[in-house]
C-alpha cells in the first residue's frame, strides 16, 4: 500500500456540512467564552492580591474547593507540572495567602491550605463573582441552564480524555 493510501486510510471522514457549520460556529463561541473567562480570571486574580497571576488564583480556588492538599494532587487538579505549582506556591505563601504544613498521613510530604487570610479573600472574591454570574443568568430558563451545564460537563469528560 503507498504512503498516500495509508494517509487516506487514517484520515477521519469528512463531515457533513450542516455538522461541520456548527462546529465552526460552536469554535467561535467558546473562542469568546475562554477569551472573556481569562480576561476575568485575570482581574479576579488582581483582587485577591495585585501581583497575582490568573494561574496562582486558580490554585487557590481549588484549595477553596477541595481543601488543602499536597502539591502533586494540586499539580494534578489543574494538569500542570509540579515546578509551575510550586513557584505559584512559594509566591502565595510569601504573600501570606497559603500554608504548608506537614502531612498528618506522611512526615516527608507537606500538605497546602489557605491560611484564615486567604480563606477570607478567596470567599469574599467567591460571592462576588458568584453574586454577578447568577445575575447574568438570572433571566434564563431553568431547563436551558441545566441542559448547559450537562453538555458543558460532557464537554470536560471528552477533553479529559
Avoid: C
Wanted: proline residues 5%; charged residues 25%; neutral net charge.
Amino acid at each position: 500500500m503507498s504512503t498516500a493510501a495509508s494517509a487516506q486510510g487514517d484520515a477521519t471522514p469528512p463531515l457533513a456540512p450542516e455538522k461541520e457549520a456548527a462546529m465552526e460556529a460552536l469554535e467561535v463561541e467558546l473562542s469568546l467564552l475562554w477569551r472573556r473567562a481569562r480576561a476575568t480570571s485575570h482581574s479576579l486574580s488582581r483582587s485577591v492580591h495585585p501581583d497575582l497571576e490568573p494561574a496562582a488564583y486558580g490554585l487557590l480556588s481549588v484549595l477553596l474547593h477541595q481543601g488543602g492538599m499536597r502539591l502533586t494532587e494540586l499539580a494534578r487538579s489543574i494538569g500542570v507540572g509540579k515546578p509551575s505549582v510550586s513557584r505559584q506556591i512559594s509566591f502565595l505563601e510569601s504573600v501570606g495567602l497559603v500554608r504548608k504544613d506537614a502531612d498528618p498521613r506522611d512526615g516527608r510530604a507537606q500538605m497546602i491550605e489557605l491560611t484564615p487570610r486567604g480563606l477570607a479573600k478567596m470567599r469574599e472574591v467567591h460571592d462576588g463573582r458568584q453574586r454577578a454570574f447568577h445575575s447574568l443568568l438570572a433571566h434564563w430558563d431553568t431547563a436551558d441552564l441545566a441542559t448547559l451545564a450537562a453538555l458543558i460537563a460532557k464537554l470536560n469528560d471528552d477533553g479529559g480524555r
